[in-house]
């Protein structure tokens, strides 16, 4: 069974760090991984998708990176911001694409 | 463009009672599925589908049902409220195998 686990659980940084979220799981047959951000309350909104032949994945002041060898991920986010606070979550997909495996997310507060 | 609709947002039920959780997507989405929340749980998944007719069980099935019989909906039926099906409830979608999964905004359902 596929286990994700996420560290540090829970991480307050003051404003213009850049930060390093961190993922791990299992069983590296994984389809891909995508990040989500969870705000209070609030659904998932997708950050990253990485596909299980790419290394890397960006999109703006965010990075993900992925060894599947090693059963890694991680997301890296430059100078943030204190609108970056949520709930930041990995999820790994089974080998046939069509199930999700959560980890149980890393809380990020950045202070002003 | 709406995306994953989910209704009721909020609910409270009697333990005993039924009800059903409902998942509409407008982005002809072939592949649906729900979740539940709960702290120091992550998000589970319950029951999924890859396609009108076809369902199959997640993680977590014990006391739900399900069914898709057109693209749009995937209704999730709780048969006997227990107060352990207290959490809150994500419906998600997908286009295909390891695509990008966009999710509802999520039911809170509590069960007394």
């Known amino acids: 069974k596929q286990e994700v686990t996420q560290i540090p659980a829970a991480l307050s940084v003051p404003e213009g760090e850049n930060l390093v979220l961190n993922c791990s799981f299992t069983d590296s047959a994984i389809y891909n991984l995508q990040w989500f951000r969870q705000d209070p309350g609030k659904g998932l909104t997708s950050l990253l998708l990485i596909q299980s032949s790419q290394r890397e994945q960006t999109s703006g002041r965010l990075n993900a990176s992925l060894d599947k060898s090693s059963g890694r991920s991680t997301l890296y986010i430059a100078a943030s911001q204190p609108g970056d606070s949520a709930t930041y979550l990995c999820a790994v997909y089974n080998n046939a694409g069509n199930m999700l495996t959560f980890g149980g997310g890393t809380r990020l507060m950045v202070k002003p | ?112």
């Open chain 2, 1 to 112: 463009n709406a995306g994953v609709t989910q209704t009721p947002k909020f609910q409270v039920l009697k333990t005993g009672q039924s009800m059903t959780l409902q998942c509409a997507q407008d982005m002809n989405h072939e592949y649906m599925s729900w979740y539940r929340q709960d702290p120091g749980m992550g998000l589970r998944l319950i029951h999924y589908s890859v396609g009108a007719g076809i369902t199959d069980q997640g993680e977590v099935p014990n006391g739900y049902n399900v069914s898709r019989s057109t693209t749009e909906d995937f209704p999730l039926r709780l048969l006997s409220a227990a107060p352990s099906q207290t959490s809150v409830y994500f419906c998600a979608s997908s286009y295909s195998s390891g695509a990008y999964y966009t999710f509802g905004s999520g039911t809170r359902l509590t069960v007394v």
